[in-house]
């Protein structure tokens, strides 16, 4: 399916990246917002909030985040495409009620604007700490699918993939960007309508009586179905039958938990996505991910100026992590390198699948402000001895 042409604004705009988002969940066909404002992310919602009336959706500001997650799951069985925002705080209160939508396997977009933390932490200023709460930040054993984006433009076209990622899994998907990304402006290009794909929602051809809301399939994606068209299911948070209805039990559990799992897991080739660039040759490789993967290209540039062979893997995907390539990878080069806002969450993952065969670098800090390519070159330079 295409695009809806009147939500489109097709052309050239110099939009920061938090506009961005906004435009394109609405190219997305996304028609309820439930949202609470916090910095860095509230420029989403205002966008939304003017946008939507002139084009058939719902903004709701709630109470609070709890509320916003929780609205936008419901907004999604009565069959819209849903999404909110958010940042640090924000995003762990919203961590129970996206626990309940990966769950209930409900197709969603949360946004999350991340800056400097623990706690209120620095609203004002980036950060990159939130990486590790996306991937296991509700309880329980899952999968979840996040997207980094780099720039306004990737902050466009990333909400859109990620529309259409929920829709193809069923499951809440994350966007996780940053303060810097959120708020840089810079030209983002807009397609025709007709350019821009989206895959919509898989309903279940059963006649009502028959259809199951979590009947199993072979892609361990079922199809979902439909309010008001006769049917009559049950969903719920806890452990449930393909029915829908509670059975606990460790066999149930077991069936129920896999399949949340097992569909992320079996399809990762196809999820996962990274760009890079001059890596066959390379003796080491630096990764990175949303605003990082822009900050490093100085030192990189620098370093194979000076005749080093580095490589660099910007990391579009970041969950499911790219656990085979890292693999692959560490049996060829020296080194590995990791370049966060944080102190080394996504690198332990990177450290885990290197698995000892390379030596593995993390260039990290708590946020506030980008790296200093100095401190990048200066790694790199001590990697490849």
């Known amino acids: 399916m295409k695009a809806d042409p009147k939500n489109v604004l097709t052309g050239s705009h110099?939009?920061?990246?938090?506009?961005?988002?906004?435009?394109?969940?609405?190219?997305?066909?996304?028609?309820?917002?439930?949202?609470?404002?916090?910095?860095?992310?509230?420029?989403?919602?205002?966008?939304?909030?003017?946008?939507f009336p002139l084009l058939g959706g719902v903004f709701i500001q709630m109470e609070d985040e709890l509320a916003s997650m929780a609205s936008i799951l419901g907004s999604s069985w009565g069959g819209v495409k849903s999404m909110s925002c958010t940042s640090g705080p924000g995003f762990s209160l919203m961590m129970e009620n996206f626990g309940l939508g990966i769950m209930l396997e409900t197709p969603c977009v949360l946004v999350n604007v991340q800056r400097g933390g623990p706690s209120t932490g620095l609203p004002t200023l980036p950060g990159q700490a939130d990486m590790m709460q996306a991937r296991w930040g509700s309880h329980g054993d899952y999968e979840v699918i996040a997207?980094?984006?780099?720039?306004?433009?990737?902050?466009?076209?990333?909400?859109?993939?990620?529309?259409?990622?929920?829709?193809?899994?069923?499951?809440?998907?994350?966007?996780?960007?940053?303060?810097?990304?959120?708020?840089?402006?810079?030209?983002?290009?807009?397609?025709?309508?007709?350019?821009?794909?989206?895959?919509?929602r898989k309903y279940t051809d059963k006649k009502p009586g028959e259809a199951l809301p979590f009947e199993p399939t072979s892609d361990g994606v079922s199809p979902m179905i439909p309010i008001g068209k006769g049917h009559k299911f049950h969903i719920t948070g806890l452990t449930h039958d393909y029915r829908g209805y509670p059975v606990i039990n460790a066999e149930t559990q077991e069936k129920?938990?896999?399949?949340?799992?097992?569909?992320?897991?079996?399809?990762?080739?196809?999820?996962?996505?990274?760009e890079?660039?001059?890596?066959?040759?390379?003796?080491?490789?630096?990764?990175?991910?949303?605003?990082?993967?822009?900050?490093?290209?100085?030192?990189?540039?620098?370093?194979?100026?000076?005749?080093?062979?580095i490589g660099q893997i910007k990391m579009v995907t970041v969950w499911p992590f790219p656990e085979k390539r890292v693999?692959?990878?560490?049996?060829?080069?020296?080194?590995?390198?990791?370049?966060?806002?944080?102190?080394?969450?996504?690198?332990?993952?990177?450290?885990?699948?290197?698995?000892?065969?390379?030596?593995?670098?993390?260039?990290?800090?708590?946020?506030?402000?980008?790296?200093?390519?100095?401190?990048?070159?200066?790694?790199?330079?001590?990697?490849?001895?």
């Open 14 to 51: 110099y939009l920061d990246g938090n506009y961005a988002c906004a435009e394109g969940a609405i190219a997305a066909g996304c028609k309820f917002f439930g949202g609470y404002p916090i910095t860095p992310s509230t420029e989403i919602a205002e966008r939304v909030s003017q946008r």
């Open 147 to 200: 997207l980094a984006p780099d720039s306004p433009q990737e902050s466009f076209e990333l909400v859109i993939h990620a529309f259409n990622l929920s829709e193809k899994y069923r499951m809440p998907v994350l966007v996780m960007t940053d303060e810097c990304v959120g708020h840089m402006t810079e030209k983002v290009v807009i397609p025709p309508a007709e350019e821009i794909e989206l895959l919509e």
């Open 256 to 274: 129920n938990v896999r399949r949340l799992i097992d569909k992320v897991n079996m399809h990762a080739d196809e999820i996962i996505w990274l």
């Open 276 to 309: 890079e660039k001059d890596v066959e040759d390379a003796e080491v490789v630096i990764m990175a991910y949303g605003i990082s993967s822009r900050v490093i290209q100085p030192a990189v540039a620098k370093a194979r100026k000076e005749g080093i062979k």
């Open 327 to 385: 693999r692959e990878l560490a049996g060829k080069v020296k080194s590995l390198i990791m370049v966060e806002m944080n102190y080394g969450q996504v690198f332990l993952e990177m450290d885990r699948c290197a698995a000892g065969k390379c030596r593995t670098y993390l260039v990290g800090h708590a946020g506030g402000t980008v790296h200093n390519a100095v401190d990048v070159y200066n790694t790199i330079k001590e990697a490849v001895k």
